[in-house]
């Protein structure tokens, strides 16, 4: 029987950069803030990293600093998908090699290609490294949903540990473990949808939220572990608003704004994001403030 990487949260943390380059003396006071906060795992180079508009250098540069920084003190899961499956695999055995916890691979986008296709492609994947892959769907942004009997396929490989679903579809969770069993995670990576998804069986979130509120993000996930949903459901809806306002804008733009005005300048998105408008900086202000 497969264990999970991690129950509870993993913070899909920002990439903070300075002059055109990865600023590491802010990335060690991001990794302290969840740390001290009890964040237990943090995906660095994911979707709220800015991967996509990190060189490889630049992206295995931060893996590896965040492993070297973090020194056991949590689990580092890298991103390394690509619609490129030679250069996934590129990546992901680079940054096994430098000792993350696990992978997190996002489903090739533009090439959109069929299930057969990601059975095929994840597969290639976890025969090469020796650390879990944890499959990325997030099909608002690649193009491409995973389908439930792809899940169940992907299940049987013992390197595959689970999916980080960021569908919109709740219970899409209920009918992934129904199919997969023990041999399947699925953490929530939706913010607005975590506690609900916890309740149909996922082992937790990797939350864009967690970069500004850590600690009580922390809280409402350990409640659903613990089996509160009554007190885990209070905090998810006292937090809605602030959710909201963080996908006001496509992510990572409001969370790294959010992260300036709580004192962590991880500096602007790179481009084609471009900064928060003044409008939705004002919102986030008031929010932040409460």
């Known amino acids: 029987m497969k264990k999970p990487v991690f129950e509870g949260v993993a913070t899909a943390l920002v990439t903070p950069f300075k002059n055109g380059t990865v600023d590491y003396p802010v990335l060690e006071q991001l990794l302290d803030f969840q740390l001290v906060n009890g964040v237990k795992a943090i995906v660095i180079c994911g979707t709220s990293g800015e991967a996509a508009a990190m060189s490889d250098a630049e992206q295995i540069g931060a893996i590896a600093h965040a492993i070297q920084y973090t020194a056991g003190r949590c689990q580092i899961i890298a991103g390394t998908g690509s619609n490129n499956t030679a250069h996934c695999l590129e990546m992901s055995r680079v940054a096994a090699s430098v000792g993350a916890s696990a992978l997190l691979v996002v489903t090739p986008y533009y090439n959109k290609c069929t299930q057969q296709g990601l059975v095929a492609h994840y597969t290639a994947v976890a025969d090469a490294v020796n650390v879990p892959v944890i499959v990325y769907n997030v099909p608002g942004r690649t193009g491409v949903d995973v389908s439930v009997e792809t899940y169940r396929a992907l299940s049987r490989h013992p390197n595959i540990n689970g999916v980080k679903e960021a569908s919109p579809l709740a219970a899409k969770t209920a009918r992934t473990l ?113």
Not at 212 to 226: G, S
């Open 178 to 290: 129904s199919a997969c069993g023990d041999d399947f995670f699925v953490w929530s990576g939706n913010d607005d949808l975590a506690v609900p998804m916890m309740s149909l069986g996922a082992k937790g979130l990797i939350s864009v939220l967690s970069n500004v509120r850590p600690r009580q993000t922390v809280e409402m996930i350990r409640a659903c572990l613990d089996g509160d949903y009554r007190y885990a459901g209070r905090l998810q809806l006292a937090l809605t608003p602030l959710i909201d306002a963080l996908f006001c804008e496509v992510n990572p733009i409001p969370v790294k704004k959010a992260m300036s005005l709580i004192g962590l300048d991880a500096g602007l998105p790179r481009l084609p994001l471009t900064p928060l408008t003044e409008e939705h900086t004002a919102l986030l202000q008031t929010l932040l403030a409460e």
